[in-house]
């Protein structure tokens, strides 16, 4: 059974760099898209972006200019960037397992991100 | 302002069943049988329900099911129990570059 471990700062400064990196166990990540999804009590369950293990990559466009998400595949694991945050990218971060369509079919427990000086 | 409409909030009681509506546009739902719904409890993540308006991945009780009419999409809960009181959230593939769009989300009470 597929597990998934963001891990990361849970404080970040305005105008500086949010990563956060997510740990796959019990799969490959050399298969699957892989997804990083947030929450904020203001917005509900935003979509990030997406990347395929091979590196192909698509992102939300509202985010896009701000957002890099990347795989290791030797880690078994997938970051995500976000640059020149705000109060506004405050939420709880997800990463999660695409299905084959639309679905996000496994979740990590969430990493909690504050942005704040 | 989320993409997909849903209800703030649903109460029954136990035993009960309820109906959970999803309205979105001839974007996303209306055009694609992508259709998925997430259970959340209190700080936790959330899981698949159903994924393709109606399918249930292994593991999910069969007291959930989902449909689609037009634009509107549904999960129906069947038997509630006090377990099921949840968050619940729809999600739609849709054309626009946003690839998929959520609904804000549907507390649900049992009674």
């Known amino acids: 059974q597929v597990q998934l471990q963001e891990s990361g700062p849970g404080l970040v400064k305005p105008s500086e760099t949010l990563s956060l990196t997510c740990t796959v166990s019990?799969?490959?990540?050399?298969?699957?898209?892989w997804s990083w999804i947030r929450q904020s009590p203001g917005k509900g369950l935003e979509w990030i972006g997406n990347?395929?293990?091979?590196?192909?990559?698509n992102y939300n466009p509202s985010l896009r200019s701000r957002v890099t998400i990347s795989v290791d595949t030797s880690q078994n694991q997938f970051s995500l960037k976000l640059t020149s945050v705000t109060a506004a990218d405050t939420a709880l971060y997800y990463c999660?397992?695409?299905?084959?369509?639309?679905?996000?079919?496994?979740w990590g427990q969430g990493s909690p991100v504050t942005v704040s000086s | 302002q989320s993409a997909l409409t849903q209800p703030a909030s649903v109460s029954t009681s136990p035993g009960q069943s309820i109906t959970i509506f999803c309205t979105g546009t001839?974007?996303?739902?209306?055009?694609?049988?992508?259709v998925s719904w997430y259970q959340q409890h209190p700080d936790k993540a959330p899981k698949l329900l159903i994924y393709?308006?109606?399918k249930r991945p292994s593991g999910v009780s069969t007291r959930f099911s989902g449909s689609k009419s037009g634009n509107t999409a549904s999960l129906t809960i069947s038997g509630l129990q006090a377990e099921d009181e949840a968050d619940y959230y729809c999600?739609?593939?849709?054309?626009?570059?946003?690839?998929?769009?959520f609904g804000g989300g549907t507390k649900l009470t049992v009674l």
């Open positions: 393709e308006v109606s």
């Open positions: 019990g799969a490959s990540i050399s298969s699957y898209y």
């Open positions: 990347i395929y293990y091979s590196g192909s990559t």
């Open positions: 001839t974007s996303d739902i209306g055009s694609y049988n992508l």
């Open positions: 999600c739609s593939y849709t054309v626009s570059s946003t690839y998929v769009v």
């Open positions: 999660a397992r695409r299905g084959s369509g639309a679905w996000f079919e496994s």
